[in-house]
């Protein structure tokens, strides 16, 4: 190696120097129609613009016209072509001829981080990077403006031909079609049309230029800036590397290969995989294959030893009860900001259709695919998907629900099962006013029952004469007892209407009739059609106390949203603690009632109000113990008037009853009670959407 570093010699260092003055706006122009000897720098370039984002350049070159070379007729002909016989400003060839020529640019290569310009001066390199190199080629455009200027009299004349005593068309009815939502896939493809990408293209303005000539003042000036203004090579620190640095950069070390995992088919889980993700997760994914599972089927695919509390905490983050077996949510299936596959319909709209789906099998155990598509009003493609998730069609019964009742699972849980049955009243209340139905209309009819049997009046005197006498032995026992302990004093309670507070049931041991969720359905005789089920004596105290809390935050709220409040408080009770059993809305209505901090606004509704029967129940915060108290009372006997006030009415109450009440207070009153809508002031709850 020493014999060959001998025979090649140093003979020379250069200095290199990088220069950075032209570095972001420093373009290489190349010909490659034109012979190198021919080059344009003589000639007069009469316009030139750029398009700085796209790197788009175009120069008009004006022509030699008296030139042999040149066909002045050819020239004649093309502009007449272009711009017709008129004169007007925006003709392209002012001349009546072809006297110039405009070339367009495209780009040689879009990486210019290897190429640069370098001049080379007294020993010294100095070397500026490019910003782009582009190609000048002759620009044909003007053939595209004729050939417009060749149909545009075309369709002249055809419109002058016809004739002027034509009979006025007849009226023609449309049809009215409007497009669907774009899809994401729909939304890619278009992007990268050609027919977008070009109006992209033209939505960028021209830059207009001053062109400077080769030998001109100003570009000798400009040259000037290829030099590196600095020499000290501090300052070039790019050109400053150690050996090590400039050996990694002509040999950059090896990255790591990383281990490709197998692609397998979507439908197909890897349970290897699966066991690597947190409980959760695992959970999530296996929902979202199988759509819906029993509890137990569950467990089996887990890891053996998992405990089945910590599942049961996950799976009900991502699915809901039906019929005892967990279906997937359809926020989980259909996230948010996504579209249907088959449609483009919104994600949002897609998971109520499927809500209501899923809350019609709580209900029966078939459904019919042509009273579901009635109801939500989506593509057949979509509410087929739907059914095919949770369901399989039947002869003659429509779409029956895949999976039989898991009455093991809600016997053995169920604190989970009433936690599900409150969270699907919640769903339903909200399908009600989004698809505006009653849930009577979807009440399965009953079984025939055998025809009653009849029993005269003697019959039914002598029978509960019988009664009598077995009873008549447990009464005097019950009198004597009574008697004996005189000294204790038994609560009166108000008796209340037993259809409003049905015998509870919730210590059966076998389901009720008509049951599909682990709870009385619309079939059971024991099913209350206003929150379901009977008051649990154990849980009035915690209800009590639910209500007071709630007035206390919120002052103002319509029995609607209580329930709303209250259903959303159960759930989040941790499972295994809810007191709370079957609370009927007469029970919560009397636990407002009888708080003694609570009383009824009777605020007067239009008559062709919309708003619900509990929308119109308004209740407020009465007794805290507060000054304020007097202002919220004033503030409800405003409302007692009319169901929407002005704020200058409410001052006026106030400074009637109170003198002077400062703007702080007007403010929190209002704050705490009520809404604003178009300038008036509402009770919290009582706006008409």
């Not at 502009?79 to 020529?101: C, F, H, W």
């Not at 200058?648 to 109170?658: F, K, M, T």
Request: proline share 5%; glycine share 4%; net charge neutral.
């Amino acid at each position: 190696m020493a014999s060959g570093d001998d025979d090649d010699p140093i003979i020379e260092e250069i200095d290199v120097y990088l220069a950075k003055s032209l570095a972001d706006k420093l373009y290489l122009f190349q010909y490659p129609v034109q012979p190198a000897t021919m080059t344009y720098d003589d000639v007069t370039h009469l316009a030139a613009k750029i398009k700085p984002k796209q790197q788009r350049v175009e120069l008009e070159i004006s022509m030699d016209t008296v030139s042999p070379n040149y066909c002045r007729s050819k020239g004649e002909q093309i502009a007449l072509n272009v711009d017709g016989t008129g004169y007007d400003e925006t003709n392209t060839y002012s001349a009546k001829m072809m006297d110039k020529q405009t070339f367009s640019s495209i780009q040689a290569t879009t990486n210019t981080s290897r190429y640069a310009a370098a001049v080379f001066r007294k020993g010294e390199l100095h070397v500026t990077p490019l910003t782009g190199i582009l190609q000048m080629r002759p620009s044909f455009s003007y053939l595209d403006k004729a050939d417009n200027k060749t149909r545009e009299r075309e369709a002249a004349n055809e419109g002058g031909d016809s004739s002027q005593d034509e009979a006025e068309e007849e009226a023609k009815a449309i049809t009215v079609r409007f497009a669907r939502p774009e899809s994401e896939q729909a939304r890619q493809r278009r992007i990268q049309s050609y027919e977008f990408l070009q109006k992209k293209q033209a939505e960028e303005p021209w830059v207009h230029l001053t062109y400077h000539g080769v030998k001109g003042g100003r570009s000798e000036h400009e040259r000037q800036y290829l030099f590196c203004q600095s020499v000290d090579a501090s300052e070039n620190s790019e050109l400053v590397k150690t050996p090590k640095e400039y050996l990694a950069m002509l040999m950059p070390p090896l990255a790591e290969e990383k281990v490709v995992k197998p692609v397998g088919p979507s439908n197909v889980l890897s349970m290897a995989q699966l066991r690597t993700l947190p409980l959760g997760e695992q959970v999530k994914t296996l929902m979202k294959n199988v759509k819906v599972m029993p509890f137990a089927n569950l467990m089996g695919l887990l890891a053996s030893g998992t405990d089945s509390t910590s599942v049961l905490r996950c799976i009900q983050q991502v699915a809901l009860l039906v019929q005892g077996n967990w279906v997937i949510k359809s926020d989980v299936l259909y996230p948010k900001n996504t579209f249907s596959a088959h449609s483009g319909v919104p994600a949002e709209v897609l998971c109520r259709g499927r809500d209501f789906v899923m809350w019609r099998f709580t209900l029966e155990r078939s459904v019919m695919r042509k009273e579901i598509a009635s109801i939500i009003k989506l593509p057949p493609e979509d509410v087929k998907e739907f059914l095919e998730h949770v369901a399989a069609p039947r002869a003659n019964r429509g779409w029956e629900f895949l999976l039989p009742t898991d009455v093991d699972f809600i016997k053995k849980h169920p604190d989970v099962a009433h936690r599900q049955n409150m969270l699907w009243l919640g769903i339903q209340s909200k399908l009600e006013k989004v698809f505006n139905f009653s849930k009577e209309d979807f009440v399965p009819k009953k079984s025939a029952q055998p025809d009653p049997v009849h029993i005269s009046g003697e019959q039914r005197l002598k029978m509960a004469q019988e009664r009598a006498q077995e009873n008549q032995s447990t009464l005097q026992k019950d009198l004597e007892d009574r008697r004996a302990g005189s000294s204790i004093h038994i609560k009166q309670e108000p008796v209340s209407n037993s259809e409003d507070e049905p015998m509870d049931t919730s210590c059966s041991s076998s389901i009720p009739n008509g049951s599909l969720n682990g709870y009385p359905s619309a079939t059971s005789p024991n099913f209350d059609h206003t929150n379901g089920g009977s008051p649990a004596n154990t849980a009035y105290p915690e209800l009590q106390d639910f209500v007071i809390k709630t007035f206390r935050k919120h002052f103002v709220i319509t029995l609607n949203e209580l329930k709303r409040l209250f259903n959303l408080h159960v759930a989040s009770i941790p499972v295994g603690r809810s007191v709370f059993h079957s609370i009927s809305d007469h029970m919560l209505q009397d636990a407002i009632l009888l708080s003694q901090q609570c009383k009824q606004i009777m605020v007067p509704f239009p008559a062709q109000t919309k708003a619900a029967p509990d929308e119109q129940k308004v209740f407020g915060l009465w007794e805290t113990g507060e000054d304020f108290d007097k202002h919220r009372r004033l503030l409800y006997d405003v409302f007692t008037k009319n169901y929407r006030v002005r704020r200058n009415i409410i001052q006026a109450r106030l400074a009637q009853e109170l003198g002077d009440v400062s703007k702080a207070d007007i403010d929190r009153l209002l704050n705490e009670c009520c809404s604003s809508h178009a300038g008036m002031w509402y009770l919290k709850g009582t706006i008409q959407s």
